[in-house]
């Protein structure tokens, strides 16, 4: 991806360099949709390192498989809410990309936590016919 911050962001959000860029450069999401935009981006960018440190420790797979041949095409985020304490959060979406010139959506409903002033994602249930 283009290093040119002034481009829309890879999540859909018009101002690149206000979105996901420094929350991909190391700047604490403000947001459980914060954190998921960023981490959608980084899947874009086969960003794995930020997937894996984003991912909370009780549930982050040991690694992270990035298909070459899936363009993702883009994010829409239906819902998004925090708790009363702002120590947890969900976020449902839906994430549209190809595969060998076949389209495929994602819809998930994801839950994520704060800990030490950071969101992190946990886990999220798959959402069919939506």
């Known amino acids: 991806m283009s290093a040119d911050l002034t481009t829309t962001c ?4 018009p101002d690149r360099a206000g979105c996901c860029a420094p929350v991909l450069a190391g700047r604490p999401a403000a947001t459980p949709e914060a954190l998921m935009r960023a981490r959608y981006s980084a899947y874009v960018t086969a960003d794995t ?6 991912w909370h420790p009780r549930t982050r797979p040991p690694h992270v498989h ?8 883009g994010l829409k985020v239906r819902a998004a809410a925090v708790d009363a304490g702002n120590s947890a959060g969900t976020v449902e ?5 190809k595969i060998d010139g076949r389209g495929h959506r994602l ?3 994801s839950r994520f ?11 999220g249930d798959l959402i069919e016919g939506r």
């Open 107 to 109: 819809h998930e409903h």
């Open 49 to 54: 390192g930020f997937l894996l440190a984003s």
């Open 93 to 97: 979406f839906v994430a549209r990309f």
């Open 66 to 73: 990035i298909n070459p041949a899936q363009r993702w095409l």
């Open 10 to 13: 890879w999540c859909g959000n």
């Open 113 to 123: 936590v704060r800990e030490n002033g950071r969101w992190l994602y946990v886990d």
